[in-house]
């Protein structure tokens, strides 16, 4: 069993207990049903590199990244930098995270927050909503067809964008022609290496129509440079950034030198 399957395995496990402590009828009452959450597609939609700046506290490739990171003084150091979109990983097993990460940014965030989660089951859609999310990711490899046409409808339907991540060709035979955004992870799922050479080779297989995310391994400017000018609308950055002493900082810096480059 490789780390993608345990996950998913876990993931099962987490989902059904999360039922039984917090029905759908006692989410439906979160205030972030009745307020329209900033779009991630329109945020990204802007003619120039969005930068995507991710929270996460630790990861089963890295290990610890900075577990004394504070979300909201990240989120907020984020903003001030100039990152178009926040990720926030809410898994807690893998990554640290947890659902009132994204909670605390969305009450005062004014960017669009992704909730980076491995999503299975109609309940977690819910959820997303529930904390204040603006998208989902769906990862096309752990779902059917059936499964993701479903859960990106739902999503929509609740007014949130998804981000669907694909890792190679065959992931986009289950394309749902209701998702606007796809993202090409550089790092296999299941050996959790980093490769650029899927962005590189995926990109002229993407819709025309949708907007292209390269996810992952960013360390330069340069790269990101190179794949906004091969056709990619924005990229996901988390441990260049939450790696350093101060991400806020870091991801400022970062920003200042892409425009810099891109003159």
């Given at each position: 069993m490789?780390?993608?399957?345990?996950?998913?395995a876990?993931?099962?496990?987490?989902?059904?207990?999360?039922?039984?402590?917090?029905p759908?009828?006692?989410?439906?009452?979160?205030?972030?049903?009745?307020?329209?959450?900033?779009?991630f597609?329109?945020?990204?939609?802007?003619p120039?590199?969005?930068?995507?700046?991710?929270?996460?506290?630790?990861?089963?490739?890295?290990?610890?990244?900075?577990?004394?990171?504070?979300v909201?003084?990240?989120?907020?150091?984020?903003?001030?930098?100039?990152?178009?979109a926040?990720?926030?990983?809410?898994?807690?097993?893998?990554?640290?995270?947890?659902?009132?990460?994204?909670?605390?940014?969305?009450?005062?965030?004014?960017?669009?927050?992704?909730?980076?989660e491995?999503?299975?089951?109609?309940?977690?859609?819910?959820?997303?909503?529930?904390?204040?999310?603006?998208?989902?990711?769906?990862?096309?490899?752990?779902?059917?067809?059936?499964?993701?046409?479903?859960?990106?409808?739902?999503?929509?339907?609740l007014?949130?964008?998804?981000?669907?991540?694909?890792?190679?060709?065959?992931?986009?035979?289950?394309?749902?022609?209701?998702?606007?955004?796809?993202g090409?992870?550089?790092?296999?799922?299941?050996?959790?290496?980093?490769?650029?050479?899927?962005?590189s080779?995926?990109?002229?297989?993407?819709?025309?129509?949708?907007?292209?995310?390269?996810?992952?391994?960013?360390?330069?400017?340069?790269?990101?440079?190179?794949?906004?000018?091969?056709?990619?609308?924005?990229?996901?950055?988390?441990?260049?950034?939450m790696?350093?002493?101060?991400?806020?900082?870091?991801?400022?810096?970062?920003?200042?030198d892409?425009?810099?480059?891109?003159?």
């Amino acid at each position: 069993m490789d780390i993608l399957d345990k996950i998913i395995a876990y993931k099962r496990n987490e989902v059904r207990a999360a039922i039984k402590q917090a029905p759908v009828s006692k989410l439906v009452t979160s205030s972030f049903f009745k307020l329209e959450m900033p779009s991630f597609f329109k945020a990204l939609e802007k003619p120039e590199p969005s930068i995507i700046g991710e929270f996460k506290r630790k990861s089963p490739s890295k290990g610890v990244i900075n577990s004394s990171a504070n979300v909201e003084e990240v989120a907020k150091g984020y903003q001030e930098g100039g990152i178009t979109a926040i990720s926030i990983l809410t898994d807690k097993e893998f990554f640290g995270g947890n659902n009132n990460d994204l909670h605390t940014v969305a009450c005062f965030a004014s960017v669009p927050l992704l909730r980076k989660e491995f999503i299975i089951d109609d309940y977690q859609v819910i959820e997303s909503k529930s904390i204040g999310a603006s998208a989902i990711l769906l990862i096309s490899s752990v779902l059917s067809k059936k499964d993701l046409a479903r859960l990106s409808a739902l999503a929509i339907n609740l007014g949130m964008d998804v981000l669907l991540e694909i890792h190679d060709e065959k992931d986009l035979d289950k394309l749902d022609n209701k998702i606007r955004i796809i993202g090409v992870n550089n790092r296999n799922l299941k050996t959790f290496k980093v490769s650029f050479e899927s962005s590189s080779n995926l990109i002229g297989l993407l819709p025309a129509n949708c907007l292209k995310v390269a996810e992952s391994g960013f360390q330069t400017t340069d790269d990101v440079k190179r794949l906004y000018l091969s056709g990619y609308n924005a990229f996901l950055i988390g441990e260049k950034f939450m790696g350093s002493g101060n991400p806020g900082k870091t991801a400022t810096d970062f920003i200042y030198d892409l425009k810099e480059k891109m003159k």
